[in-house]
């Protein structure tokens, strides 16, 4: 029989090797928080663009997009079996800007041509500009959703908060925990105008402070970085790496009977670290998470470190991501949130 004191001994030692190990696994992501969240937001050069202006694309009448698959996805009255925080009393039910008639068209190539071959800046040079439209937006009411967070082997949790304010602003965050440790915290802040959610910064924290930034200068036209010295030009529409998860159902929730298999919706996405480029999601369809119908949208990579984006989105509140899922185009486990169910 072990005595007592040798018992108290052996399990007061493997408390402190499980705190050592525990320790050592918050340090490691406490440390990679933001590389381990946004593998492939790495520091980057200049983003070259070429713009012009052109007259908008004249509009399709709505009923030659509808199809069956969008009566599925048509929002319905709300569930019982899910509950959204409410918004402040200030906050409007609903805040709709009208429809903008215009489009900017914007070249993107990954370098500039002396950095590249000579058949590739020619081919560079050639490419055809990307259209950068503004969309009329419905967003949602403030709330805030959790979600498990995934990456690998590695699972916690998350929240997602957006709250407007009745002044035209809003603060949005996205906060995640693995074992007890803030592996996520983004903030973005700034205000809403006719092209919807208008960012003025976009930071990564760790320690409560700001550890990257992006800073869109609406006054001066550009978005400037806490790190690179490189500007962009601020255009009208443009998000940060994480206002676009409810820009984007703001888009379809304005006009979901256009988003049917094949139709677009095309962002200009800057990151905190000087990474900037258009994300164009294609809608794949209807599909049914759990038992929940979802509308599913795919970007895909557009050179080699980048990121491939799905999005499901839930047309029964307001088109709210019910799963997003990141993957590096380089390589790399992808990062998932999946929202959970409110208990009933």
């Avoid at 709709?96 to 993107?108: G, K």
């Avoid at 602003?169 to 693995?178: D, W």
């Avoid at 994480?242 to 979901?256: F, R």
Wanted: aromatic fraction near 6%; glycine fraction near 8%; charged fraction near 20%.
């Amino acid at each position: 029989m072990v005595p007592l004191s040798v018992s108290r001994r052996r399990a007061g030692a493997l408390a402190l090797v499980a705190a050592g190990v525990l320790g050592a696994h918050g340090w490691l992501l406490f440390a990679l928080g933001p590389a381990w969240i946004d593998p492939d937001d790495r520091p980057a050069g200049p983003l070259r663009l070429s713009v012009r202006s052109v007259a908008a694309a004249p509009r399709v009448a709505a009923a030659t997009l509808l199809a069956p698959e969008c009566s599925a996805l048509a929002p319905k009255p709300a569930r019982t079996r899910r509950s959204v925080s409410p918004a402040a009393p200030a906050t409007p039910p609903e805040l709709p800007s009208p429809p903008v008639e215009r489009s900017l068209p914007v070249a993107v190539a990954p370098a500039s041509p002396e950095l590249l071959a000579p058949a590739a800046a020619e081919a560079a040079a050639a490419a055809p500009a990307i259209e950068l439209p503004v969309y009329a937006t419905r967003l949602p009411r403030g709330g805030s959703w959790r979600y498990r967070l995934q990456r690998g082997s590695a699972s916690g949790e998350a929240q997602l908060s957006w709250m407007p304010g009745a002044d035209g602003r809003y603060e949005m965050r996205l906060e995640g925990r693995i074992a007890g440790v803030s592996v996520l915290d983004w903030v973005s802040h700034g205000a809403i105008d006719g092209a919807g959610i208008a960012p003025e910064r976009f930071v990564i924290r760790r320690r409560g402070r700001d550890n990257q930034a992006a800073n869109f200068q609406r006054e001066a036209g550009k978005i400037t970085f806490s790190g690179p010295t490189h500007e962009l030009p601020l255009r009208p529409g443009a998000q940060d790496r994480l206002s676009w998860m409810i820009q984007l159902p703001a888009i379809v929730a304005a006009a979901p009977e256009r988003f049917v298999s094949g139709a677009t919706a095309v962002l200009f996405v800057a990151g905190a670290r000087g990474h900037a480029d258009v994300w164009t999601f294609v809608v794949q369809g209807a599909e049914v998470l759990g038992d929940t119908p979802a509308l599913k949208l795919i970007r895909e990579p557009r050179k080699l470190y980048d990121t491939r984006a799905e999005v499901w989105l839930d047309p029964a509140e307001h088109y709210l991501p019910l799963r997003a899922l990141q993957t590096p185009a380089g390589g790399g486990p992808a990062l998932e949130l999946v929202r959970e169910r409110e208990p009933r």
